[in-house]
């Protein structure tokens, strides 16, 4: 990563921290009053239309969440109640299956 995006992430944090909407203006106004003079407009204009709408806070705390899957389809009330249980049995078997993977009778440190 280049100082130019380091600093102009920096700078979008500290918008965000504030609750401050972040625009290319007040990256750039962010950037100046720290004294880096190396970043070219587009890096915020770019930070700043990527960042548009978002939450940094909400972005910041779901990193590791994965975020990937699909939700399920939704379906009526009373089969989604009978469908939970036999989902939980099915994702258990799978569980016992990998378990069992691992007792292969050697090890990666053996």
């Known amino acids: 990563?280049?100082?130019?995006?380091?600093?102009?992430?920096y700078a979008a944090l500290i918008l965000a921290d504030d609750g401050v909407d972040i625009?290319?203006?007040?990256?750039?106004?962010?950037?100046?009053?720290?004294?880096?003079?190396?970043?070219e407009p587009i890096w915020t204009?770019?930070?700043?239309?990527?960042l548009e709408g978002k939450d940094v806070k909400d972005l910041l705390l779901n990193v590791g969440s994965g975020g990937g899957a699909a939700a399920a389809?939704?379906?009526?009330?009373?089969?989604?109640?009978?469908?939970?249980?036999?989902?939980?049995k099915?994702?258990?078997?799978?569980?016992?299956?990998?378990?069992s993977d691992e007792d292969m009778g050697f090890g990666?440190?053996?």
């Not at 990563?1 to 992430?9: I, Q, W």
């Not at 106004?29 to 003079?37: F, G, P, R, S």
Request: hydrophobic share 40%; glycine share 6%; net charge negative.
């Open 90 to 99: 099915k994702e258990e078997k799978e569980e016992e299956k990998e378990e």
């Open 23 to 39: 625009t290319a203006d007040k990256l750039q106004n962010i950037l100046k009053a720290a004294n880096v003079q190396e970043v």
């Open 108 to 110: 990666l440190f053996d």
């Open 73 to 88: 389809p939704a379906t009526g009330g009373g089969a989604a109640a009978g469908d939970a249980p036999a989902e939980e």
């Open 1 to 9: 990563m280049s100082h130019a995006e380091l600093a102009t992430s």
């Open 45 to 50: 204009s770019l930070f700043a239309k990527a």
